[in-house]
């Protein structure tokens, strides 16, 4: 609107112009002073209007100059609030396993490398054996495994704390990392309490019985689970962890 009206007053002002260049010093007095008076109020509008303009001109600009600082501070909450986030993705890093010592390694005497496999569903409920079993989960090949190590029974010569870990190493330098499981009884063992009578076997797999492979199964040797389990235990490598504790 304003500057429709700025253009008709510069059209008036050069139509004053144009009669002043016409009558030039010819005119009459009274008609000089009405051109003086006519010249007065355009300058007068022009000048109303030049400060009009001038203010939304600043204003304009003082409107365009917060916008610019609100899409700024806008920004920077954006990025703080996506580092926020970010952090929180991050994974937290992971506790770090206490430091596990090893205690004693036994030899095994030479022997026929018999793995034999017994039920896990046999123990007591208030023994630490099922205690143990109840942290335990059934692999898709059937034995039981805590905490990634095999169950297994050995011989009071090794040890008689169920839960401890320790090690089977294999003559083919294969290494199966265990836990006790069950103690095989003195009884049923040598006069050295590592090999079990009735069958010369040194260690003794805990499983579930319907899902271990058939030639295991069959076979009543654990040693058949893989090829890299077809040799003899030549030592026990035992640890100061517990499961249980």
């Given amino acids: 609107m304003k500057r429709t009206r700025l253009l008709l007053l510069l059209s008036c002002l050069l139509l004053c112009c144009h009669d002043t260049a016409v009558y030039g010093s010819t005119a009459e007095e009274g008609k000089e002073t009405m051109e003086v008076s006519r010249f007065g109020g355009v300058y007068t509008d022009l000048a109303d209007i030049f400060m009009e303009v001038q203010e939304e001109v600043e204003e304009a600009e003082r409107l365009r100059e917060q916008e610019i600082e609100e899409a700024i501070q806008r920004e920077l909450r954006l990025q703080a609030m996506r580092a926020a986030y970010e952090e929180e993705q991050e994974p937290e890093s992971e506790p ?13 005497p030479s022997y026929n490398g018999m793995k034999s496999w017994m039920s896990y569903g046999g123990f007591g409920k208030s023994t630490r054996q099922q205690q143990l079993q109840y ?24 040890t008689v704390e169920i839960g401890q870990w320790f090690d089977l190493v294999l003559e083919n330098g294969t290494v199966i990392p265990c836990v006790l499981g069950d103690g095989k009884a003195d009884q049923h063992t040598d006069s050295s309490n590592i090999f079990t009578v009735a069958n010369q076997c040194c ?10 492979p058939k030639e295991v199964k069959s076979r009543g040797n654990c040693s058949y689970r893989c090829d890299e389990w077809q040799s003899p235990v030549t030592q026990v490598i035992l640890y100061d962890k517990n499961s249980l504790t």
Avoid: H, Q, W
């Fill in 135 to 158: 942290m335990a989960i059934t692999e898709p090949d059937g034995f039981r495994t805590v905490e990634g190590r095999f169950c297994v029974a050995l011989g009071s010569y090794f």
């Fill in 203 to 212: 260690s003794e797999f805990i499983v579930d019985t319907g899902a271990i």
């Fill in 96 to 108: 770090e396993e206490p430091e596990v010592s090893l205690t004693d390694v036994k030899n095994v």
